[in-house]
């Protein structure tokens, strides 16, 4: 028994441990991603400008970003003008579109900088099939004649996938202001969720277990 309850506290301990650095080694390998992704854009440019010039290789660098960055800002403002817009859609529609992962990663980037508004009124919490068990849902809707809210619940890590639920109020508790936190809880696939549920005053109802 003792040895049973040592590798037990032994396991619990470890897991402990795991869940706590854990999160900062996957922060860690992001921004090193990140780092590399934006290095190997920077490196071929930089590069270039050193060639037959006495540039130190950091003052390259910068001036390297510098253009990255004015290129960016270029072609939004090519894709503002009228001819532009009609190319970019045109290319997106016929190419870009059909790459897995582009729509969803514009969505979410375009929601997040403020330059898409979102559909969605407000966060929920929802209960569609009743019990203790609670969705993270969106409000699309509203029935003011049969008193329904229309509830999109997506599926992590996507967004824009997932189900439609017609509820009653009763089923429903919404969370204004919550919207931008509750797509983030999808996207990290309900990393964060408990600031929702705290919010919406849930509590474990041992009543609304099937027995």
């Known amino acids: 028994m003792k040895m049973k309850a040592t590798l037990k506290w032994f396991r619990t301990t470890m ?44 003052v390259a660098s910068m001036i390297a970003v510098g253009l990255i960055v004015l290129l960016c800002f270029l072609l939004g403002l090519a894709v503002r003008t009228r001819i532009g817009a009609f ?71 996507n967004p824009t996938s997932g189900n439609i639920y017609h509820l009653p109020q009763s089923q429903v508790i919404e969370l204004k202001g919550k919207v931008e936190q509750g797509i983030k809880t999808v996207i990290g696939c309900g990393a964060g969720s408990s600031v929702l549920v705290k919010e919406a005053g849930i509590r474990f109802d041992p009543s609304l277990t099937p027995r």
């Open 87 to 157: 190319f970019h859609n045109r290319i997106e529609r016929k190419l870009l579109r059909k790459i897995p992962g582009y729509t969803v990663t514009k969505e979410v980037v375009l929601t997040f900088s403020g330059e898409q508004e979102t559909p969605f009124s407000s966060a929920v919490m929802c209960r569609p099939f009743g019990g203790n068990s609670w969705m993270t849902g969106f409000v699309t809707d509203r029935s003011r004649e049969s008193g329904f809210i229309t509830v999109f619940v997506p599926t992590g890590p």
């Open 15 to 58: 897991v402990l441990g795991l869940a706590s650095i854990l999160p900062i080694v996957i922060l860690a390998w992001i921004l090193y991603w990140l780092y590399n992704l934006i290095l190997g854009w920077v490196r071929p440019v930089a590069e270039l400008l050193t060639i037959g010039v006495h540039i130190d290789i950091v």
